[in-house]
């Protein structure tokens, strides 16, 4: 079969593994075999081994109105939340099309994940009303389209851990309740299916606590129980899917003190290691005791998103500001190798949550 007239089969493969992410849209509905080419598993495997795959770090960002007055009141009232795209490559920024249906923008502190070219959007809070969203969407880097996806069963939470295995399954875990109870519950997200499955319950409530897949396992950090309000745990559990069990907590998974004021956020290097920003250092897990290796900006106030990549770790937070959600996206890019830190180009706009996508 020919996909482009006149040009051997490699020599026109090639030319599709060139283009552009943004161009996949066009592509996909030029025929169908160039449709049947880039929705292939092995053509962005093959991206990513040529080194044409693009990297896309993924916000919750809040717009910001040019309109108004800074310090004005208005500035203290709920942003319209985008989902803004930075091209780690480029440097380039975009916006996704908004969700169908969702003309307030996106659910308030709904999490982010990614698995091969979609982005998944779980949960969050109703913009005018607060209430907890139940809500899973899906954007295709392939169309560029929204889809609903099944909702999150049981009580509707919010607040909760969420990490993806980056192949089919995504973990939703702990949160609160409408009635801000801490749950124990957990269940993952078959995303090739578009269905929930129920987890058996963690060992401890576990509100506002963090998720990262490691090692084959999820892994579930922090949170706090209903009687602890904003007193983070320092123990961590994790489930083996293939054993359908959760392991042993692990009580000082987190070194320092009696009580841990601040969540961590963790992610996992290529190598292995587990890296976490967590009270304004950065630290590596060796020989289960975290080292501290580097020191956070100054002018980073808090962390929303880090990742690995190619020996760096990219840390997306929010700067100091005293006008609302108006002040700067803040990012730096950690070489791994002499931690030294080089400064993103960044938009003004608060962020929430985000992940990384590569396609």
Known sequence: MELIPNLPYDVARECLLRSSYKQFPVIASVCRGWNREVSL????Q???????????????QARIDADREPGSG?????????????????????????????SNGLPLFCKMVSIGSDLIVLGGLDPVTWQASDSVFVFSFLNSKWRAGANMPGVKRSFFGCASDSDRTVLVAGGHDEEKQALTSAMVYDLAEDKWT???????????????????????????ATEEQGQFSKS????????????????????????VSTPIYATTAEDGDLFAC??????????????????????????????????KLIVIGNGKTLAGYSGSTVGYICDLSSFRWVKLETHVGHVQAGCFLEV
Request: proline share 5%; charged share 25%.
């Open 236 to 259: 961590a559990e994790s489930f083996d899917v293939s054993m359908w069990l959760w392991g042993p907590v692990k009580e000082e998974f987190l070194d320092g003190g009696e009580t």
């Open 278 to 311: 967590w009270r304004g250092d950065v630290m590596v897990l060796k020989n289960d005791t975290w080292q501290k290796v580097s020191q956070i900006p100054a002018d980073m106030y808090s962390v929303a998103y880090v990742v690995t990549r190619s020996g």
């Open 46 to 60: 093959q991206r990513q081994a040529s080194g044409h795959s693009q990297e896309l770090l993924i916000m919750s």
């Open 74 to 102: 208005k500035n203290f009232a709920s942003p319209e939340y985008r989902v803004a795209v930075l091209e780690s490559g480029s440097g380039l920024w975009t916006e996704l099309p908004p969700i169908p249906g969702q």
């Open 41 to 44: 598993s092995e053509f962005f």
């Open 198 to 224: 129920f987890l058996p319950d963690m060992s401890r409530e576990r509100d506002e606590c963090k998720a990262i897949f490691h090692a084959g396992k999820f892994h579930v950090i922090g949170g706090y």
